[in-house]
Nanobody
Framework: QVQLVESGGGLVQPGGSLRLSCAAS????????IGWFRQAPGKEREGVSC????????YYADSVKGRFTISRDNVKNTVYLQMNRLKPEDTAVYYC?????????????????????WGQGTQVTVSS
């Protein structure tokens, strides 16, 4: 059974930084995509970034490209999302998710419906 636990959320001022962590367990294959998603009140869940566990390939939504960096530590089975230059519009509950996804399509890798396993989420609030 795959389990995911997010941590690292909090309150930060605009322009500040946060690092989210997603601790994972129960993988049965190296070919898993681990994605970060977010959902703001009244909005649909959207894909933020994704990393392929086997080779470390990374993918980003246009809204965070150049500000967010996803990385992995396969020994610790943990994926990180370093978020810099945060904006108020980045405020949301952030979730990590995983699944055996064999596509390398950005659109597919950032689509919530293709992921099978989800964490409980961590709140990120960007406000002065």
């Amino acid at each position: 059974q795959v389990q995911l636990v997010e941590s690292g959320g909090g309150l930060v001022q605009p322009g500040g930084s946060l690092r989210l962590s997603c601790a994972a367990s129960g993988f049965t294959s190296d070919y898993y995509a681990i994605g970060w998603f977010r959902q703001a009140p009244g909005k649909e869940r959207e894909g933020v970034s994704c990393i392929i566990r086997s080779d470390g390939s990374t993918y980003y939504a246009d809204s965070v490209k150049g500000r967010f960096t996803i990385s992995r530590d396969n020994v610790k089975n943990t994926v990180y999302l370093q978020m810099n230059r945060l904006k108020p519009e980045d405020t949301a509950v952030y979730y990590c998710a995983t699944g055996a996804i064999f596509s390398r399509s950005l659109a597919l890798l950032l689509r919530p419906s293709v992921y099978n396993y989800w964490g409980q989420g961590t709140q990120v609030t960007v406000s002065s």
